[in-house]
């Protein structure tokens, strides 16, 4: 009656289940599956076939990205953020504004 029905035949990435794994052993496999959208089994599988080492092909573990490339996206992200402060900001005082006015 309450059950979920989820699409077949997803592909996932290796990196992708390997992170669903670790967070899975970080806050439960139950929450980790909502969080991430798939069936809970899925989740329930890839902890046993990683407990295996089974999961993924040897090598599928995450790309480590030099440095300076992770501290070149983090400058980026950080703009964003400031930028979309400042967009709400303004977002703010204008609804501020508007709301005055209406009275």
Same mark, same amino acid.
């Given at each position: 009656?309450?059950?979920?029905?989820?699409?077949?035949?997803?592909?996932?990435?290796?990196?992708?289940?390997?992170?669903?794994? &670790?967070?899975? #052993?970080?806050?439960? /496999?139950? @929450?980790? +599956?909502?969080?991430?959208?798939? =069936?809970? $089994?899925?989740?329930?599988?890839?902890?046993? &076939?990683?407990? #295996?080492?089974?999961? /993924?092909? @040897?090598? +599928?573990?995450?790309?480590?990205? =030099?440095? $300076?490339?992770?501290?070149?996206?983090?400058? &980026?992200?950080?703009?964003?953020?400031?930028?979309?402060?400042?967009?709400?900001?303004?977002?703010?005082?204008?609804?501020?504004?508007?709301?005055?006015?209406? &009275?």
């Amino acid at each position: 009656m309450g059950k979920k029905e989820y699409t077949s035949n997803r592909q996932y990435t290796d990196e992708f289940k390997i992170e669903a794994v &670790r967070l899975a #052993a970080s806050i439960g /496999g139950n @929450p980790a +599956a909502k969080r991430l959208g798939i =069936p809970q $089994s899925t989740v329930t599988n890839w902890v046993r &076939r990683s407990k #295996a080492g089974t999961l /993924g092909e @040897p090598g +599928a573990a995450p790309v480590k990205r =030099p440095v $300076s490339e992770l501290e070149i996206e983090n400058t &980026r992200l950080r703009r964003e953020l400031a930028n979309a402060k400042l967009d709400l900001e303004i977002v703010k005082k204008a609804a501020a504004y508007f709301a005055r006015e209406s &009275r």
